[in-house]
């Protein structure tokens, strides 16, 4: 072989080794590439969660008044209705209701839902809870406050007798159902069985300092079932503080709060947040009785010169929500409407001159009226003394002086009840109901005595139609935000805190935090 045919074997064999390499490296990157695309398709679960609560003043679930517990035990119980993320009323363990009288209505549940033990849930079932929550007094007492008596007409129809008639009395039957064939003859309040329920999970275990929820094998809807977790810890703190010092050590994946400070137990780092509005609602109260709230344009000029951005931002650190009406805490039948007419104190002074009223040597005057208000505030709420003063300061920046006077509880509790104010900073925690009348009806609060809202209130006691709901709420909004009778403020905040290996759909309202937990997981 000459040189010159060597060197070609050579440089052959090269040619195969490079070949040959490159395969190699390209058999080897896609099998990396595949392994690296299984392990995003096979991510690896956690098969619990751990929650943390503090001050449970009872387990029982009728009796407790820990806002954190009621919403896990709407893991473990379930109502006949229940509400979804906009309010609406949503069937649970009922299958259908109508109102057969101004103080009777007619509910029929679903006999084939099981209870964690296998039985079957039943109308003397109902009836059995609707007793149970009138014999003590509880967190659902309320609700349950206008039932004269139930009557269970046969295995899955229940009759609901009311002493009077209530607006939206549906929205009322939201409260846990207990099975009565599981006390049968026993004391519910004083038996050391774990009431069973019929919902995603069922209660294991209850220690002093913690209880196990495990699936329910009876659960009847699979779609809404956590494939992966299947049990969670509740794990019970003497203080909120101890439970935040878990949250932080990574020992609880989830915190439901209407703390506003919590970043000073947690700081800012190593959990996510999903905020909500609550249902505590301030608002100003102008009683339309007095001489000078009877007027309309000085009630629309008050409203036009508080800037609630400035409330929110000085006296409550960002940690509220401005508010322009009682149902925006995010019902269905105030979405699309608003009633603020915003932050404008030209606009107010401009209102107040077309009605007659004459600004001249620092005071607005009229007929011989001089345009100087008090508003009353409690003195033992010391962050509304503080938005009272706030007040203050943006209406006499118009040319309007204002008194502040903190009163004693007595003094307003007295206000609340004979309405002998002029103007009184108050709140109420909104009912999940649409229901207006504390505010519109005869007697309300301001002394509104609006004949228009009151007729379109008597109306919508008997609407069933969604549409024509919004239709009605919708009128209310455009006479409310003309009247001002009452100047809506701010309501609170509530926040989810996540942390971070905890993934999911996290929709919530202040009905209920566990919404969409089918979708939950927990990653190793």
């Known amino acids: 072989m000459n040189f010159k045919n060597v060197k070609f074997v050579f440089i052959g064999f090269v040619i195969l080794i490079v070949i040959f390499a490159v395969f190699h490296m390209t ?49 473990v119980y379930e109502p006949l209705f229940s509400l979804d993320y906009e309010y609406n009323l949503q069937k649970n363990l009922a299958t259908e209701y109508a109102k057969t009288s101004a103080t009777t209505y007619i509910v029929k549940i679903d006999n084939s839902i099981k209870w964690s033990n296998g039985s079957s849930v039943t109308a003397d079932d109902v009836k059995f809870t609707v007793g149970l929550l009138k014999s003590r007094d509880n967190i659902y007492s309320e609700n349950v406050k206008y039932i004269s008596n139930v009557e269970a007409i046969d295995n899955n129809t229940i009759k609901f007798n009311l002493n009077e008639d209530v607006s939206f009395f549906e929205y009322n039957l939201i409260f846990p159902i207990m099975c009565s064939s599981f006390y049968n003859g026993k004391d519910f309040f004083s038996s050391e069985q774990y009431p069973i329920g ?96 009877q007027e309309k344009s000085v009630r629309q000029a008050i409203n036009l010169a508080i800037d609630k951005e400035n409330i929110v931002s000085t006296v409550f650190n960002n940690k509220y929500y401005e508010s322009e009406f009682t149902l925006d805490y995010g019902n269905y039948l105030y979405k699309n409407n608003s009633v603020s007419s915003g932050y404008n104190p030209e606009k107010a002074k401009e209102v107040l001159r077309n009605d007659g009223w004459i600004y001249s040597n620092n005071r607005w005057r009229k007929n011989g009226k001089n345009l100087a208000i008090t508003i009353a505030v409690n003195s033992s709420n010391v962050k509304r003394c503080e938005v009272a003063k706030n007040i203050k300061t943006q209406l006499e920046n118009i040319g309007i002086p204002v008194n502040v006077w903190e009163i004693s509880d007595s003094q307003y509790n007295s206000y609340l009840e004979n309405k002998n104010y002029q103007i009184l900073l108050t709140g109420i925690y909104n009912s999940y109901s ?40 919708a009128e209310i909004a455009n006479i409310a935000k003309d009247e001002c009778a009452y100047i809506s403020l701010y309501r609170n905040k509530n926040t989810l805190l996540i942390n971070q290996n905890l993934v999911g759909n996290f929709e919530p309202n202040n009905y209920g935090v566990f919404r969409n937990f089918e979708s939950w997981n927990k990653e190793k």
């Open 27 to 75: 058999t080897k990157n896609k099998k990396k590439q595949s392994n690296e695309t299984n392990e995003v398709e096979q991510i690896d679960y956690q098969d619990n969660i751990k929650l943390g609560i503090s001050n449970v003043d009872t387990t029982n679930p009728l009796l407790t008044k820990n806002k954190q517990l009621l919403d896990i035990y709407q893991l």
């Open 198 to 293: 019929t919902g995603l999970y069922k209660i294991s275990t209850i220690y002093n300092n913690q209880i196990i929820l495990e699936k329910n094998d009876n659960y009847r809807n699979k779609e809404k079932e956590n494939k992966n977790i299947n049990k969670i810890y509740v794990n019970i703190f003497s203080e909120a503080g101890e439970v935040y010092n878990s949250f932080k050590m990574g020992n609880i994946d989830f915190i439901s709060t209407s703390n506003t400070s919590y970043e000073d137990y947690i700081g800012t780092m190593g959990y996510y947040i999903k905020e909500y509005k609550g249902r505590e609602y301030d608002f100003l109260s102008c009683n339309c009785n007095d001489y000078l709230m």
């Open 434 to 473: 649409p229901e207006l009348n504390y505010f519109y009806s005869e007697n309300n609060l301001s002394n509104l005595n609006n004949e228009n809202i009151k007729t379109i209130l008597n109306e919508v006691k008997n609407v069933t139609d969604k549409k024509e709901l919004e239709k009605k709420y």
